[in-house]
């Protein structure tokens, strides 16, 4: 065995597994607070913590929504806050099988000579922060490096730079007990065709995973977080089951068989059409070693918004709205989803923001 041994080995295969469990994914509540405050914007609240705090415990509150939730990424600020009653919302997802997640790197800086490609800073001080997090309550963490399509892009530099720091970061995790989500997001901006977004993924995943066998990672106590294999946003659109055999087949050439799950991230896509390109991917007839599943923000999250909008009289609406979107999601992972949910506002409306920072 090429891993490092960890004293938190079998904890961490349970945990990234139990997190790959069929029917369940991940809610990534874990906006940053500016990024929280551009949504809350949206709907005309004001970005202050008790906001913050009331929009979460909308979501972790909803009847039935953690029957189909295996994990909840969290914000610092967020793994500290409790219910209005007092409860941490620590607590309240673990009582629901639900196990709390960490955003743990620092935002990205521009890599100097290139065109404006970047590179995830936070690494300095991790195990410490790690160690804080898993005494918190945390059991798994999450790292976005972030990559864009152009003429001469993604450069070598930007590939390897992200793929070791991605790597480094999940073996720091690993050793203080938290399961690392390998998050390397190609960015859907541009004009480029579905074949030069599988090119480039093929390329990215196959340097993330050689970093991490250089690291060594235990793979089993990971999970890998990418992007959907899909034509540029200035492209024409393609149907779901022709996403799915692109996407599928670049994991089939990248992925090795020991990763537990691959929870995807939705990058800009519609509610809607997140929903039914995992769900096409799950009834894809192919080779899939792994869960395929979801960790889904924005996708999850935005008619929710748009019902609540910060009225304490529209959280039965808002929470109606949630479970809708996580029930086409939680079938979606089984491949059962008939493409048949209610469509609240804002779901089928695309969330496209270029050169999305988190």
């Known amino acids: ?60 509150t909803t009847p ?62 991790l195990g410490q922060r790690c160690q804080k997090y898993y005494e918190a309550g945390a059991r798994f963490a999450k790292w976005r490096a972030v990559l864009k399509i152009g003429p001469n892009e993604p450069s070598e530099l930007a590939i390897h730079e992200n793929a070791y720091g991605l790597a480094r970061y999940a073996a720091i995790c690993q050793e203080n007990g938290l399961v690392p989500i390998v998050e390397p997001e190609i960015l859907v901006d541009g004009s480029h065709d579905i074949n030069k977004c599988a090119e480039v993924t093929e390329r990215v995943l196959a340097a993330c995973y050689k970093a991490l066998n250089d690291h060594h990672v235990l793979l089993e106590g990971t999970l890998l977080k990418p992007n959907m294999v899909t034509p540029g946003s200035d492209s024409p659109k393609v149907t779901p089951e022709v996403i799915a055999e692109y ?87 089984l491949g059962t989803y008939k493409g048949d949910a209610t469509l609240a506002e804002g779901a089928s409306e695309s969330l496209h923001v270029k050169d999305y920072k988190y």
Not at 16 to 27: Q, R, W
Not at 279 to 303: D, I, V
């Open 1 to 60: 065995m090429s891993s490092f041994k960890s004293k938190y080995q079998d904890e961490l295969i349970a945990n990234a597994a139990y997190i790959g469990s069929p029917g369940k994914g991940i809610l990534a509540a874990d906006e940053s607070t500016g990024t929280i405050g551009k949504r809350l914007a949206s709907i005309n609240v004001e970005n202050v913590e008790s906001n913050r705090r009331a929009l979460r415990e909308l979501l972790f």
């Open 64 to 125: 039935g929504a953690f029957e189909c939730l295996s994990g909840v990424i969290l914000f610092e600020e967020t793994l500290y806050q409790k219910t209005a009653a007092g409860k941490p919302f620590v607590e309240l997802l673990k009582e629901g099988g639900v196990l709390p997640g960490i955003k743990v790197d620092k935002g990205t800086v521009e890599l100097p000579g290139t065109n404006g490609e970047t590179t995830t800073q936070g690494l300095d001080g």
């Open 247 to 333: 996407t599928v087949k670049a994991l089939q050439r990248t992925v090795p068989a020991a990763v537990p799950a691959v929870v995807f991230l939705s990058g800009g896509q519609s509610e809607e059409e997140a929903t039914l390109n995992l769900n096409a991917m799950n009834k894809y007839n192919g080779k899939k070693p792994w869960a395929l599943s979801f960790s889904f923000g924005r996708a999850l999250q935005q008619s929710t918004l748009k019902a609540w909008s910060g009225k304490d009289e529209n959280i039965k609406k808002a929470q109606d709205t949630f479970i809708v979107r996580c029930k086409a999601n939680s079938q979606a992972t």
